[in-house]
């Protein structure tokens, strides 16, 4: 059996090290992607940050740390959850008409869940994207990729495929004309 180790993630979402208590010589005060406070407990409940699992005489190259997006232990969002809601938010505020942005952000933080409404919120937000340039789609689309689930994104951006890019740990997209 194995055991997962406490991870290391700054407040902005960026991986420094999945294996604290395993690799400490890994750990960083600060990120190194962008500067951010590092934490590795939820600031809600105090509970560690859920790493990489780990099996005794097991090696798994091909694993990239990927946090989620709440606390298993209180279901609180984790901070990159939370500044990613908002900076959607704040880049709405800039771009859509004033009833455009009241549902949006009504709607915008169902889009991190995985849940009945989460389909209707995505459906919401969709609709609003329509009526707006591609830029700024596709800068929301930027924002929120890490800590949108599956069904929103299906929903909102159809089929993408991600890399990851093993410098920084982040999802990168690959549009379908890209593939």
């Given at each position: 059996m194995g055991k997962f180790d406490v991870a290391q993630v700054c407040l902005n979402g960026h991986p420094t090290n999945s294996t604290m208590i395993e690799s400490p010589e890994f750990n960083k005060s600060f990120c190194p992607v962008c500067g951010a406070k590092t934490i590795n407990a939820c600031s809600a409940c105090n509970h560690a940050i859920q790493g990489e699992y780990k099996v005794e005489g097991v090696v798994d190259l091909s694993y990239v740390y990927d946090p989620t997006a709440f606390c298993q232990s209180c279901g609180e969002p984790f901070p990159w959850t939370s500044r990613r809601i908002k900076a959607a938010i704040d880049l709405a505020e800039s771009e859509l008409e004033e009833a455009d942005k009241e549902v949006f952000e009504q709607n915008v933080g169902e889009l991190v869940?995985?849940?009945?409404?989460?389909?209707?919120?995505?459906?919401?937000?969709?609709?609003?994207?329509?009526?707006?340039?591609?830029?700024?789609?596709?800068?929301?689309?930027?924002?929120?990729?890490?800590?949108?689930?599956?069904?929103?994104?299906?929903?909102?951006?159809?089929?993408?495929?991600?890399?990851?890019?093993?410098?920084?740990?982040?999802?990168?997209?690959?549009?379908?004309?890209d593939l």
């Open positions: 869940t995985d849940s009945p409404q989460t389909k209707v919120a995505a459906a919401r937000i969709k609709k609003i994207l329509t009526k707006v340039g591609t830029t700024f789609g596709e800068s929301i689309r930027d924002i929120l990729v890490d800590v949108a689930s599956e069904t929103a994104k299906k929903i909102i951006w159809g089929q993408y495929r991600y890399t990851i890019c093993y410098e920084c740990s982040r999802r990168l997209i690959l549009r379908p004309q």
